[in-house]
């Protein structure tokens, strides 16, 4: 019975939350301000054209061309248009480099800043709570939470996304990749490795 | 304003929770009122700072037990209610009961879609010469204003180096306040975390805030 009951109540929450949207979005395409196609089609690039396969390109063509690399983080802006899946990417857009003496991390502790340009949409845990207040105070705790451990040397640098500045974490290289084609090198990076919670796969993990 | 949100430095929200393979959206509603909220801003009904300070608003306990999208969807019926493009009662009938007014552009439609999926430009032409160089020590203020801010409370009242400069750009606590875009410098300002945090803190940690401007003062 109590798990009847609990069913039941999720049930209702989530149909409520749908209902809700699904009044606000009627009550929008009646009036005339937006078409639903519209709608469908910006869920649609978002779940299936703007992620961070774009931003693994970048990275791995930073690995690849040394002069692209420069230009990366130069003008990240500029450098990555060429990778936009739709339109350009916008302004604002700033490449930092991790190095065997620093490891860059990027957070928005006041709402949720992203490079969604090159990253598409944040992961929830990039949003929540645990993360916004803990990553500027104990980001070593907060990489452990993601099974990464630095060297106490490495120096940690979090850059906290409070303007229209976004942030893209340029990961190092593993080893072992000599001679690997960028699309080869695009597999070995992950999302968190370009948010600085993770490190990119090594060839080992790929295999 | 002092609210809930400005999360930088509290305790007690416990482990990050990463979810393999996760999903774009959890459920339909989540995508829906994302793509409601990039369509409803060709309207230019409201900016983006004041979309923020429009969460910023809701109560405490609301923030905190509400969903990321939720609070979106909370936040947008808001604003299309206090600046009429919706009514009340249409969102008790869950229907249109009367015609747009006022529109300033026409219908959101796919031909508009590659536009809101880019960010816009928020890069303004600069009022003044900039007031502080690459390398330079700055304090932030100690200030507390009621309304949006963009300077976390971790890092007011605290010295740090400029360490880039990224040109004038529109001045969120304006913007959000409907005071107009105000354009202000923008620096990166690198804090060391005892600086911030008091001497027990991490020795190899560095961490930096994007401040305006009127954030900042000479040491």
């Given amino acids: 019975m109590a798990e009847h009951d609990h069913d039941h109540n999720e049930g209702s929450n989530l149909s409520e939350m749908e209902l809700r949207v699904r009044a606000i979005e009627t009550i929008l395409v009646e009036k005339g301000y937006i078409e639903t196609a519209a709608l469908d089609r910006i869920v649609e690039l978002y779940e299936t054209k703007i992620g961070p396969h774009i931003g693994a390109q970048v990275i791995a063509k930073a690995w690849s061309d040394p002069g692209f690399r420069q230009s990366l983080l130069e003008d990240a802006s500029k450098a990555v248009n060429a990778f936009a899946q739709v339109g350009r990417v916008g302004e604002h857009l700033i490449a930092v480099e991790n190095t065997p003496q620093v490891h860059n991390m990027v957070v928005c502790t006041l709402c949720s800043c992203y490079p969604t340009d090159v990253l598409g949409l944040p992961p929830t845990w990039y949003k929540s709570f645990a993360y916004r207040s803990r990553v500027v105070k104990e980001p070593r705790a907060v990489l452990a939470d993601f099974g990464v451990a630095l060297p106490a040397e490495t120096e940690i640098r979090v850059w906290d996304s409070t303007a229209e500045t976004r942030y893209l974490v340029v990961p190092m290289c593993p080893a072992q990749t000599e001679g690997w084609s960028e699309t080869q090198l695009a597999v070995l990076i992950t999302r968190d490795s370009m948010i600085g919670t993770g490190l990119p796969k090594k060839p080992s993990e790929v295999a | ?219």
């Fill in chain 2, 1 to 219: 304003m002092d609210g809930v949100h400005d999360m930088g430095g509290m305790d007690g929200f416990g482990k990050v929770e990463p979810e393999p393979n996760e999903p774009v959206f959890h459920h339909r509603w989540e995508g829906r009122v994302l793509a409601m909220s990039r369509a409803i801003g060709v309207f230019r009904a409201w900016t983006i700072d004041t979309s923020r300070y429009a969460v910023e608003l809701l109560s405490p306990a609301v923030y905190l037990t509400s969903a990321y999208y939720e609070k979106w969807f909370v936040r947008n019926q808001q604003l299309l209610i206090e600046r009429g493009l919706i009514d009340v009662d249409e969102v008790a009938a869950g229907r249109a009961l009367r015609p747009a007014k006022g529109m300033k552009r026409g219908r959101f439609t796919l031909a508009d879609v590659e536009s809101v999926t880019r960010r816009g430009s928020y890069g303004r032409p600069a009022p003044a010469p900039a007031r502080y160089k690459v390398g330079d020590r700055v304090r932030t203020k100690n200030i507390h204003p009621t309304t949006h801010t963009r300077l976390p409370r971790y890092a007011r009242g605290h010295v740090g180096v400029v360490e880039r400069l990224h040109g004038a750009h529109i001045f969120p606590d304006s913007a959000a306040a409907g005071k107009g875009e105000d354009p202000q410098w923008l620096y990166t300002v690198r804090f060391e975390a005892q600086e911030l945090w008091g001497a027990d803190a991490d020795p190899k940690l560095k961490v930096s805030i994007e401040a305006f401007e009127p954030y900042l003062e000479h040491v």
